[in-house]
């Protein structure tokens, strides 16, 4: 009986000694201690179970949170470092599932990016002015004019490419020596020896070549014999309009045959001109200092190289020299042997 009493008293908790006393009767000795040392463990583990549970839901909770607030900050940051905050659902899960998305790593999808489609891309094509830039040679220098027979067959040998300087604008030919470009230069032979046919012939191809010259093309005759006879002072490009054709082919009808035959001055005022000439035409039907060649290349190489086309009328006593001059500037040697049938 009184064990029983005690076990329901501790059922409703704990009792002290004088607790027991109004149910015992008085005289009667109760070890408390010992009788609550006999309160069943199933209470103790029971309770103990419910805290354990209640901190796994915290803690749980707490990883939750974090885990939320990572990934919606690590969105921020892809777009673009936005410092709005965003809302963070928190989900009730069961335990199983939390066990699970803890032991797994975090994973953050990037966005895609396309692709472009293989083959699909193409390159833009860009088209230079004047063609690929690579001459044709058969059709610059080396070739003889029509008709140039008589006393000896015309024949003539052409040495390097034959395109005038910047290879820009339109072009002219000399003696049938092909030339392009904007600006020309003709330096040529009056000396004492071109006198008479050969003289005429000089005059004759030089109107038929400025005559070719497009209108937006330049172009400078300067004369040499012992010295340089420039038809203007200073020396100047003229425009080839029809006005400018025609006042200086009326100035190459007055030139006279006379002196020796010394280049160099002519070629020292050609090359000085600003701009350079896109092409030199030098024609000349006798022997020059040796020196010459040489003089020459140092005055080119001192701007833009301008080629020189060399023409060797009936004479070809100075051909090394004039292949030289040619091949020192990238221009054409050419020989023509005779005069024109039936002309003066």
């Known amino acids: 009986m009184v064990e029983q009493t005690l076990a329901n008293n501790g059922a409703r908790g704990p009792a002290s000694g004088p607790a027991l006393a109004p149910v015992l009767g008085a005289g009667v000795n109760v070890d408390a201690d010992a009788v609550l040392a006999k309160r069943p463990w199933s209470q103790v583990a029971q309770r103990a179970a419910a805290i354990g549970m209640a901190a796994s839901v915290v803690l749980h909770a707490v990883l939750?949170?974090?885990?939320?607030?990572?990934?919606?900050?690590?969105?921020?940051?892809?777009?673009?470092?936005?410092?709005?905050?965003?809302?963070?659902?928190?989900?009730?899960?069961?335990?199983?599932?939390?066990?699970?998305?803890?032991?797994?790593?975090?994973?953050?999808?990037?966005?895609?990016?396309?692709?472009l489609p293989a083959g699909d891309v193409t390159m833009p094509t860009i088209e230079v002015p004047g063609g690929s830039g690579t001459p044709d040679l058969s059709e610059l220098g080396g070739t003889p004019g029509e008709g140039l027979g008589g006393s000896g067959a015309g024949t003539g040998t052409g040495v390097g490419p034959g395109a005038g300087g910047s290879g820009g604008g339109g072009g002219t030919s000399f003696f049938n020596v092909a030339a392009r470009g904007t600006r020309f230069a003709y330096i040529v032979d009056v000396s004492g020896s071109m006198d008479g046919e050969k003289l005429q012939f000089l005059k004759t191809e030089l109107r038929r070549s400025i005559d070719r010259l497009p209108d937006d093309a330049q172009f400078v005759v300067l004369p040499f014999e012992s010295d340089a006879r420039p038809l203007t002072t200073p020396v100047r490009y003229y425009n080839a309009t029809s006005r400018s054709k025609r006042e200086v082919i009326a100035q190459i009808d007055t030139l006279r045959a006379d002196g020796g035959t010394q280049p160099m001055p002519a070629f020292t005022m050609i090359l000085r001109m600003?701009?350079?000439?896109?092409?030199?035409?030098?024609?000349?039907?006798?022997?020059?200092?040796?020196?010459?060649?040489?003089?020459?290349?140092?005055?080119?190489?001192?701007?833009?190289?301008?080629?020189?086309?060399?023409?060797?009328?009936?004479?070809?006593?100075s051909e090394s020299l004039m292949r030289r001059l040619a091949n020192d500037s990238d221009g054409t040697y050419t020989f023509v042997g005779g005069l024109p049938r039936g002309r003066p």
């Open 274 to 317: 600003q701009p350079r000439p896109d092409a030199i035409y030098f024609m000349t039907d006798g022997l020059f200092d040796r020196e010459i060649p040489g003089q020459v290349r140092q005055l080119n190489l001192a701007g833009r190289r301008v080629p020189i086309h060399c023409i060797a009328l009936i004479d070809n006593s």
């Open 64 to 115: 939750l949170v974090t885990f939320a607030f990572l990934v919606s900050g690590s969105g921020g940051e892809r777009g673009g470092g936005a410092s709005a905050s965003l809302p963070v659902d928190v989900a009730v899960m069961s335990e199983s599932e939390l066990a699970s998305l803890s032991e797994g790593p975090a994973t953050v999808q990037a966005p895609g990016v396309a692709e």
